[in-house]
C-alpha cells in the first residue's frame, strides 16, 4: 500500500513540474510572438508607405510624361498647320536670254520639306508646282542641255523670269591680231608672237535683278592672231588681253649714272629696255 502510494506521488509530482514548465514556455512564447508581430506590423507599415511613395511618384512621372507628350502632340500640330497654311502653288516662267522667247521642255527642282520636287516647262516656258512650303530664300534650279544652268529665287519668281542663255549655239566670232610697240626706232608697229591670253567675258542676267559673268578664253598665235567662237549675249563682250613682258629698243641720250648734261653734248644711241605692257580692255558689241 505504501509503495502504491509512492508511485502516485510521483506521477502526480511529474504531470505538475510538467504543467509549471508549460505554463512557462507558453508565456514567453507569447511575448516573442507579441514583438515579432508588432515588429511585423512596423515593418508593413514601413512598406505601405514606401510603396505609397514610389505610387506617388511614379503617377507623377507618368503625368508629367503624358504632359509633356501633349505639349509636343500641341506644337507638332500647330506646326503642321502652320506648315499647311503657308504651302503654296508656285510657277516658274522661262525664257531666253537673248530672244526672251519661251524656253520649253527645260528642268526646273526645288527642294521642299526634306524632298525635291521636279518639273519641266511647258510650251509657254512655265513650270508649275503645288502647295509647297518655302522659304523667301529658297532657290529654283532650271537647267537644260546646251544652256547654261541658272537658278531664280522663291521672292524673286512673281517679279520676273528666269533666264537660260544658249550656250549651244556658237554663232558668233571675234577674232583679230595684237600688237605692241617694242621698236621705237620705227613708226610700224609689232606683232606679240604666241600664247598671249586673250579673254572674251560677258554678264548674263539670270533673273531679277541678279546676273553672273563668264569668260571664254584663248591664245594668240605666232603671229599674234587670235579667234574666238562664241555664243550670243546680251550685253555684248569685254575683251582682255594678258600682259607681256618685251625688250623695246629705243633711242637713248644718257643712261643712269651718267654726268649731268652728258645728253648734250653725246648722240642718241640704240638700246634696250624690258618693257611690260599692261592689260588692256575694250568692249566688242557682240552680236
Not at 511613395?53 to 509636343?72: I, P, S, V
Not at 527642282?109 to 529658297?138: C, D, I, M, R
Not at 537644260?144 to 537660260?164: P, S
Not at 591680231?177 to 591670253?197: H, M
Request: proline residues 4%; contains cysteine.
Amino acid at each position: 500500500m505504501k509503495l502504491k502510494f509512492t508511485r502516485l506521488l510521483l506521477v502526480v509530482l511529474a504531470i505538475y513540474a510538467t504543467g509549471c514548465s508549460k505554463d512557462e514556455f507558453s508565456e514567453a512564447d507569447a511575448i516573442a510572438a507579441q514583438k515579432e508581430l508588432l515588429n511585423l506590423k512596423y515593418q508593413h507599415e514601413l512598406d505601405l508607405e514606401t510603396l505609397k511613395q514610389k505610387g506617388a511618384t511614379a503617377l507623377q512621372q507618368l503625368l508629367n510624361t503624358a504632359a509633356m507628350e501633349q505639349l509636343r502632340l500641341n506644337d507638332s500640330l500647330a506646326r503642321a498647320g502652320v506648315v499647311a497654311a503657308a504651302k503654296q502653288d508656285y510657277s516658274v516662267a522661262v525664257v531666253d536670254v537673248v530672244t526672251n522667247a519661251p524656253v520649253v521642255d527645260a528642268d526646273v527642282v526645288v527642294s521642299s520639306e526634306g524632298k525635291v520636287f521636279a518639273g519641266k516647262t511647258n510650251a509657254q516656258g512655265v513650270a508649275s508646282f503645288t502647295a509647297l512650303y518655302l522659304f523667301p530664300t529658297s532657290t529654283f534650279l532650271i537647267t537644260k542641255t546646251g544652256y547654261a544652268a541658272t537658278q531664280i529665287m522663291r521672292q524673286d519668281v512673281t517679279l520676273g523670269t528666269a533666264k537660260l542663255w544658249n550656250t549651244a549655239e556658237l554663232l558668233n566670232e571675234i577674232s583679230g591680231t595684237l600688237f605692241i610697240e617694242t621698236d621705237l626706232t620705227n613708226t610700224t608697229p609689232e606683232k606679240v608672237g604666241a600664247q598671249v591670253l586673250v579673254t572674251a567675258t560677258t554678264s548674263i542676267p539670270n533673273g531679277f535683278n541678279s546676273n553672273y559673268s563668264i569668260s571664254f578664253p584663248t591664245f594668240t598665235t605666232g603671229t599674234g592672231e587670235y579667234a574666238l567662237k562664241l555664243p550670243a549675249a546680251p550685253y555684248g563682250y569685254a575683251l582682255t588681253f594678258g600682259q607681256i613682258e618685251a625688250d623695246q629698243k629705243m633711242y637713248v641720250n644718257t643712261f643712269p649714272g651718267d654726268q649731268p648734261n652728258q645728253s648734250i653734248f653725246t648722240l642718241p644711241v640704240i638700246t634696250t629696255v624690258k618693257t611690260y605692257f599692261a592689260v588692256n580692255n575694250f568692249n566688242a558689241p557682240v552680236p
